[in-house]
């Protein structure tokens, strides 16, 4: 086995993903509704983010390019990572440096961790709600009110008072209409490539790595080997048994912190598939339409399919038809990941 795919089902419940026009989606053409969803990307920052937490360590560095021109103006520049695989967040997350004017080598490492945007289980099953908010300030006498005219001019209380004759207005409460609101059942799927896990090539035609890293990685243990995509250097045991605990929990356990404190939702965890064949994973976290009523979907966990180890938790039973939920279902499938990543023959891949 060298490839192995999670499936993660999640509920959220009147929550922002990720803020778009109100809440991030896209229109499904078959069920003619708009699906919310959470990008990869985020689902990404949201893994690293636990990930460096639990092994307490700060991300590699970002360096930010901008340039002043002949105007005095900043202009934009190139963005790139430390491109250094000691970094636990650049080896799992990947990198690329593509220096302004070509005249520097490109060096770029894709992720090992191949990461689905999170969407919903079925357009039946998710959907986006509205509503309309307000920021009202209106029981405080402390208030202070700005009002400024077509030039930009503050009027005084007095003129402010003049423009309020005849309107029915509130200056200490503002209207925030249409705001759109996640809640359903979401499916999210992650495949790791153990072959390229803890390996960085050599290849120079397409190099991963500069010299002075590499070097650098051979001072702290990496050692040369080969695998299908030919010389590498891979990360010394010591290293990986202490990332591999890391990552189950970051797979397992991650949550979007990103989205709005007014309106937090847990996001837990439903329940969670591991296997090495993708089709069969597709199939043990499902939605099936109903044959009795129009326009309704039934969401499936399949506990005891073949090829495929599923862990249940006990909210699911709330969402799902369920029959071996436990209280430690998360626990047990983030020891069997570590389980699988550390019976992997790092050195020995051909």
């Known amino acids: 086995m060298s490839t192995i795919y999670i499936r993660t089902l999640k509920r959220a419940e009147h929550t922002v993903f990720a803020v778009e026009d109100g809440q991030k989606r896209y ?23 636990r990930l460096t937490s639990v092994i307490n360590e700060v991300p590699a ?33 990947g990198w690329m440096k593509a220096a302004k004017g070509g005249k520097e080598r490109t060096i770029k490492r894709r992720s090992p961790l191949s990461i689905s945007a999170m969407r919903g289980l079925h357009p039946l099953l998710s959907g986006i709600n509205r509503e309309n908010a307000s920021f009202d300030r209106s029981d405080r006498p402390n208030n202070l009110v700005i ?22 207005r509130s200056l200490s409460r503002k209207w925030i209409p249409d705001q759109r609101r996640a809640t359903g059942l979401f499916v999210q799927d992650i495949a790791i490539d153990l072959r390229r896990l803890f390996c960085v090539t050599l290849n120079s035609f397409e190099p991963e790595i500069t010299q002075e ?16 995509f030919g010389k590498c250097l891979v990360a010394p045991k010591d290293a990986r048994d202490k990332l591999i605990p890391a990552l189950a929990n970051a797979i397992i356990n991650w949550s979007i912190t990103s989205n709005q404190s007014r309106t937090f939702s847990l996001m837990e965890t ?81």
Request: aromatic letters at 8%; charged letters at 30%; hydrophobic letters at 35%.
């Open 27 to 49: 229109y499904d053409p078959q069920f003619g509704r708009y699906i919310p969803y959470s990008s990869g990307q985020q689902i990404k920052r949201s893994l690293i983010d």
């Open 61 to 93: 560095p970002t360096t930010f390019v901008f340039g002043v021109n002949s105007k005095g103006e900043l202009g934009e520049g190139e963005v790139y990572a430390n491109c250094n695989p000691s970094y636990a967040d650049q080896l799992f997350g």
């Open 147 to 168: 009002v400024r005219d077509a030039n930009g001019n503050e009027l005084s209380k007095e003129q402010i008072a003049e423009f309020l004759e005849g309107k029915d």
């Open 213 to 228: 890293t590499e070097d650098s990685l051979r001072e702290n243990g990496w050692e040369e080997i080969e695998n299908v």
């Open 270 to 350: 439903l329940a969670v598939s591991i296997s090495d064949n993708a089709n069969r994973i597709a199939g043990s976290i499902r939605a099936k339409l109903s044959h009795e009523e129009e326009d309704k979907a039934i969401p499936i966990i399949e506990e005891d399919l073949s090829g495929v180890e599923t862990f249940v938790t006990l909210p699911a039973s709330g969402y799902v038809l369920t029959k071996k939920e436990s209280a430690d279902a998360l626990e047990k499938a983030e020891n069997r990941l570590v389980e699988l990543m550390m019976t992997f023959d790092y050195e020995n891949q051909l």
